[in-house]
């Protein structure tokens, strides 16, 4: 079989406008392998690039996609470490909405033990994005702690259990009753509902936070430098009410506080290597334990990405929204 079916957005759009079409299944170069891919997760930032706002990066392929699951169907010059038809996760640079996908090696960690190859589908970009952010840049130690934002999202719902399982305490806001009771449900010591609450108050009266883990930007920027204690760090990964804000800069020094952010999309083959192999000594071992696993929302066929596509922004879901192949 030469060719493979693919999904991508040839125009910008809602979730009409993502299209199926057929595609010359690729051949992996040197330091990389083909995955034959049995499940790829749904992502904020797939919906961004079908918006027309967030093109792949140089050499990346426009087929949308950031993480997969599936078993190696081939293996490029200089792979070690992997053989044929292991069952393998990946984050990409695109390319996950496709029956086969190539992925740096350095990007691809073997699926953890006692999880399906489906659910493993909804891990790559959320550990690798809660790791760097929250443990690296974020500096986040036992005992402290963490405020989530969006807590109910795939992020939000592997910060939780992570952050928990390390020994910190956490707080996370969510936008509906059930989805803080599910926040509590995975280690949160209080979900707060912000359409009703006012969290920046709950959790300054809890004792404040020394990390905040942020993709709403906007006015709770401000907000969360307020309830942060000396030496805070708050981490911006997202900008979901805008990426222009005003701010108190003499809060900011009084009491030391580090406001920082990234992205993890762009960054070099390199340093997405150095972080699989932090989650694979740190992160894996959670899963083992049966301190980490992904929360699904949905999964829907390939040929039903439109409908995945619905429901991340409809804002109902809770966890990861999948695409089987």
């Given at each position: 079989?030469?060719?493979?079916r ?9 979730p009409?406008?993502?299209v ?6 690729p051949r ?8 034959r891919?049995a499940a790829?997760?749904?992502n904020r930032?797939d919906?961004?690039?079908?918006m027309?706002f967030?093109p792949?990066?140089p050499?990346?392929t ?11 169907a081939s ?11 292991d ?6 640079g695109g390319?996950?909405y496709?029956?086969y996908?190539?992925a740096?090696a350095?990007s691809v960690l073997?699926?953890?033990d006692g999880l399906?190859l489906?659910e ?11 790791w760097?952010?929250v ?8 005992g ?9 999202s ?8 992570m ?8 707080f996370?806001t969510?936008g509906t009753p059930d989805?803080?009771?599910l ?7 209080r979900g ?6 006012d969290?920046?108050?709950i959790?300054?009266?809890a004792g404040g936070?020394?990390?905040?883990l ?6 709770y920027?401000q907000k ?5 204690n000396?030496d ?13 804000v005003?701010?108190?800069l003499?809060r900011?020094?009084l ?5 920082t952010?990234s992205t ?12 699989a192999?932090?989650?694979r000594d ?5 899963i083992?334990?049966?301190k980490?696993?992904?929360v699904i ?5 390939l040929e039903?990405?439109?409908?995945a596509?619905?429901?991340i922004?409809s804002?109902?879901?809770a ?6 192949v």
């Amino acid at each position: 079989m030469e060719s493979m079916r693919a999904v991508t957005a040839p125009e910008p759009g809602g979730p009409e406008a993502l299209v199926l079409e057929s595609r010359e299944i690729p051949r992996p170069g040197p330091g990389q392998v083909l995955i034959r891919v049995a499940a790829a997760g749904v992502n904020r930032p797939d919906v961004i690039q079908r918006m027309g706002f967030y093109p792949p990066p140089p050499g990346a392929t426009d087929i949308l996609g950031l993480e997969v699951s599936g078993r190696i169907a081939s293996i490029g010059e200089g792979v070690e470490g992997f053989s044929e038809d292991d069952a393998v996760i990946a984050l990409l640079g695109g390319g996950g909405y496709a029956e086969y996908a190539l992925a740096d090696a350095g990007s691809v960690l073997p699926v953890p033990d006692g999880l399906t190859l489906q659910e493993a589908a909804g891990l790559p970009e959320t550990c690798f994005t809660v790791w760097t952010n929250v443990f690296e840049r974020g500096a986040l130690k036992e005992g402290e702690t963490l405020l989530v934002h969006g807590g109910a999202s795939g992020i939000g719902t592997t910060a939780i259990q992570m952050a928990a399982a390390r020994g910190a305490r956490v707080f996370a806001t969510a936008g509906t009753p059930d989805k803080a009771a599910l926040c509590e449900t995975l280690g949160a010591e209080r979900g707060v509902n912000y359409r009703e609450e006012d969290f920046a108050e709950i959790v300054k009266e809890a004792g404040g936070a020394d990390v905040v883990l942020d993709m709403v930007g906007g006015d709770y920027v401000q907000k969360n430098l307020d309830l942060l204690n000396m030496d805070g760090r708050c981490v911006q990964i997202a900008y979901l009410n805008g990426s222009q804000v005003q701010l108190d800069l003499m809060r900011l020094m009084l009491k030391r506080l580090t406001l920082t952010g990234s992205t993890l999309r762009a960054r070099p083959a390199e340093e997405k290597a150095r972080i699989a192999g932090q989650v694979r000594d740190h992160v894996w071992p959670m899963i083992a334990a049966g301190k980490l696993k992904p929360v699904i929302d949905s999964v829907f066929p390939l040929e039903e990405a439109e409908k995945a596509h619905e429901r991340i922004d409809s804002a109902d879901h809770a966890g990861k929204i999948l695409l089987t192949v």
